[in-house]
């Protein structure tokens, strides 16, 4: 990670914890080419990444992200062929997000518009302060609200029905209805976000690392698979791939010693002491 030059974003590895914060807080942290270009290979490089178990998602200033930087933007592309590129470059981000093996933990401040919203849906966990709003920005700007995941994750989070209503008419779904909808699963002030995010870091790391990665991978083809039958059967799977690591033990030793597991930092490579 270090050796690629981030300029809007803040990368720093914390033992098994990647911490990463959009800081472009004079514009609201608004995705410009740059930004988007450095989300995509942060993201992508977490796939090779195994002894990083945890990602935290933050962002500088009063905002989380204000969307697409529209300073950038004065009207249509030349043609199609380079629009859909451009449009390709930007959601590759949150494919990727859903596609590491990392949980993402993403604290979410003030506005999450446009695509914004669509970091902090493809999150697996979100934290808010009590100030914080998402939108479907998109479509107060001429375009359709279904961009960058949004229509996917929303629907499946709150319903069709609750979808419509945002989706439509790009309303906020301000902090209490976005906790009250399953969107948040804490809201807190301003001054407790990062210590809320924390908590969710350590009860995740207290998870073996292969454990961690399997249960993400799962509950993403869950939502999605045909029935019961194939969830149960990939279930089956990740308990048989668990059982025979070394870490499964280790696991039980410090559940009946009342103790913090030391679990392997990489899946396959002896304890460190």
Aim: aromatic content about 6%; charged content about 25%; proline content about 4%.
């Amino acid at each position: 990670m270090s050796e690629y030059d981030y300029k809007h974003l803040l990368v720093v590895e914390d033992g098994p914890i990647l911490r990463v914060t959009l800081n472009r807080p004079e514009i609201h942290n608004a995705l410009n080419d740059r930004l988007v270009d450095e989300l995509n290979h942060m993201f992508t490089l977490l796939h090779s990444r195994a002894d990083l178990r945890v990602v935290v998602l933050a962002a500088n200033g009063r905002n989380f992200c204000a969307g697409l930087d529209l300073t950038e933007r004065t009207g249509a592309l030349a043609d199609t062929g380079t629009a859909i590129v451009e449009q390709r470059r930007i959601s590759r981000i949150v494919l990727s997000m859903r596609s590491c093996p990392q949980p993402i933990v993403a604290l979410v401040q003030g506005a999450a518009s446009g695509g914004g919203m669509a970091l902090a849906l493809a999150a697996d966990v979100r934290v808010a302060t009590s100030a914080a709003r998402m939108n479907a920005a998109f479509i107060r700007v001429g375009l359709s609200a279904c961009d960058i995941g949004v229509s996917y994750f929303l629907p499946r989070m709150v319903g069709a029905s609750v979808a419509s209503e945002y989706m439509l008419t790009g309303r906020f779904i301000d902090a209490e209805r976005g906790r009250h909808l399953g969107l948040f699963a804490r809201v807190v002030e301003p001054d407790q976000l990062s210590a809320e995010g924390e908590s969710f870091v350590r009860d995740m790391l207290h998870a073996t690392p292969l454990g961690l990665r399997l249960t993400k991978e799962a509950l993403k083809h869950a939502i999605d698979a045909p029935g019961l039958e194939a969830v149960i059967a990939l279930e089956d799977r990740n308990q048989v791939l668990c059982a025979q690591s070394s870490d499964f033990a280790e696991g039980i030793a410090a559940f009946r010693e009342k103790r913090v597991p030391r679990y392997d930092t990489v899946p396959g490579v002896a304890h460190r002491g």
